[in-house]
Protein backbone atom coordinates (compact mmCIF):
# COMPACT_ATOMS: atom_id res chain seq x y z
CA UNK A 1 0.00 0.00 0.00
CA UNK A 2 1.36 3.07 -0.74
CA UNK A 3 0.07 6.57 -0.27
CA UNK A 4 0.30 10.02 -1.76
CA UNK A 5 -0.34 13.56 -0.11
CA UNK A 6 -0.02 16.96 -1.54
CA UNK A 7 -1.51 20.32 -1.51
CA UNK A 8 0.73 21.75 1.23
CA UNK A 9 2.15 25.19 1.40
CA UNK A 10 2.72 28.58 2.59
CA UNK A 11 -0.67 30.52 3.75
CA UNK A 12 -1.49 33.39 5.68
CA UNK A 13 -3.68 33.00 9.13
CA UNK A 14 -7.12 33.27 8.09
CA UNK A 15 -6.23 31.44 5.08
CA UNK A 16 -7.22 27.92 3.40
CA UNK A 17 -5.32 24.72 2.30
CA UNK A 18 -6.49 21.74 0.77
CA UNK A 19 -5.29 18.72 1.50
CA UNK A 20 -5.51 15.48 -0.92
CA UNK A 21 -4.41 11.64 -0.21
CA UNK A 22 -4.71 9.38 -2.69
CA UNK A 23 -3.77 5.41 -1.71
CA UNK A 24 -2.68 2.83 -4.37
CA UNK A 25 -2.26 -0.91 -4.06
CA UNK A 26 -4.09 -3.55 -2.01
CA UNK A 27 -6.81 -1.38 -1.03
CA UNK A 28 -9.32 -4.36 -0.23
CA UNK A 29 -6.75 -4.77 3.08
CA UNK A 30 -6.89 -1.16 4.66
CA UNK A 31 -9.09 1.07 6.96
CA UNK A 32 -10.04 4.54 6.06
CA UNK A 33 -7.58 7.10 5.24
CA UNK A 34 -6.85 9.33 8.08
CA UNK A 35 -4.47 12.47 8.46
CA UNK A 36 -2.53 13.12 11.23
CA UNK A 37 0.20 16.23 11.76
CA UNK A 38 3.23 16.81 13.79
CA UNK A 39 4.21 20.13 14.70
CA UNK A 40 8.29 20.42 15.72
CA UNK A 41 8.77 19.35 19.62
CA UNK A 42 5.39 17.88 19.45
CA UNK A 43 4.01 14.35 19.29
CA UNK A 44 2.06 13.35 16.18
CA UNK A 45 -1.66 13.79 16.69
CA UNK A 46 -5.22 12.30 14.90
CA UNK A 47 -6.62 15.65 13.21
CA UNK A 48 -9.50 13.91 11.12
CA UNK A 49 -11.07 10.63 10.60
CA UNK A 50 -13.86 9.15 8.74
CA UNK A 51 -15.54 6.42 9.65
CA UNK A 52 -16.61 3.32 7.32
CA UNK A 53 -20.36 4.64 8.26
CA UNK A 54 -19.28 8.17 7.67
CA UNK A 55 -19.13 9.81 10.73
CA UNK A 56 -16.18 11.99 11.48
CA UNK A 57 -13.72 12.70 13.85
CA UNK A 58 -12.19 15.44 14.65
CA UNK A 59 -9.26 16.98 17.06
CA UNK A 60 -10.79 19.53 19.01
CA UNK A 61 -8.37 22.21 17.89
CA UNK A 62 -9.33 22.36 14.65
CA UNK A 63 -13.49 21.54 15.05
CA UNK A 64 -14.91 23.71 12.90
CA UNK A 65 -12.34 24.81 10.48
CA UNK A 66 -11.35 21.52 8.98
CA UNK A 67 -13.51 18.88 7.00
CA UNK A 68 -12.40 15.44 5.85
CA UNK A 69 -13.91 14.11 3.09
CA UNK A 70 -13.89 11.51 0.59
CA UNK A 71 -16.64 9.11 -1.31
CA UNK A 72 -14.10 5.71 -1.65
CA UNK A 73 -12.21 7.46 1.98
CA UNK A 74 -10.09 3.77 1.11
CA UNK A 75 -8.85 5.13 -1.91
CA UNK A 76 -8.88 9.19 -1.79
CA UNK A 77 -9.70 11.65 0.78
CA UNK A 78 -9.36 15.48 1.14
CA UNK A 79 -8.78 17.69 4.12
CA UNK A 80 -10.36 21.50 3.44
CA UNK A 81 -8.91 23.52 5.87
CA UNK A 82 -9.77 27.04 6.69
CA UNK A 83 -9.16 29.51 9.06
CA UNK A 84 -5.82 28.73 9.35
CA UNK A 85 -3.74 29.71 12.20
CA UNK A 86 0.04 29.73 12.53
CA UNK A 87 -0.54 26.83 15.49
CA UNK A 88 -1.61 24.46 12.32
CA UNK A 89 1.73 24.80 11.39
CA UNK A 90 3.48 21.30 10.81
CA UNK A 91 3.85 18.52 8.68
CA UNK A 92 0.77 16.45 7.68
CA UNK A 93 0.76 13.23 6.98
CA UNK A 94 -1.70 10.83 5.45
CA UNK A 95 -2.39 7.27 7.28
CA UNK A 96 -4.22 3.91 7.25
CA UNK A 97 -3.51 0.67 8.62
CA UNK A 98 -4.18 -2.85 7.86
CA UNK A 99 -4.26 -5.05 11.34
CA UNK A 100 -1.69 -4.04 13.11
CA UNK A 101 0.41 -2.68 9.87
CA UNK A 102 0.41 0.79 9.92
CA UNK A 103 1.30 2.95 6.39
CA UNK A 104 1.99 6.51 6.28
CA UNK A 105 2.53 9.39 3.35
CA UNK A 106 5.37 11.13 2.76
CA UNK A 107 4.28 13.90 4.62
CA UNK A 108 3.14 17.52 2.88
CA UNK A 109 4.12 20.61 4.84
CA UNK A 110 1.60 23.30 5.96
CA UNK A 111 3.33 26.72 7.36
CA UNK A 112 0.71 29.12 8.46
CA UNK A 113 2.00 32.55 9.20
CA UNK A 114 1.04 35.60 11.25
Known amino acids: VQLQASGGGLVQAGGSLRLSCEASGMLSIIENLDWYRQAPGKPRELVAHISEGGSTYYADSVKGRFTISGENAKKKVDLQMNSLRPEDTALYYC?????????WGQGTQVTVSS
Open 95 to 103: HTSAGWTAY
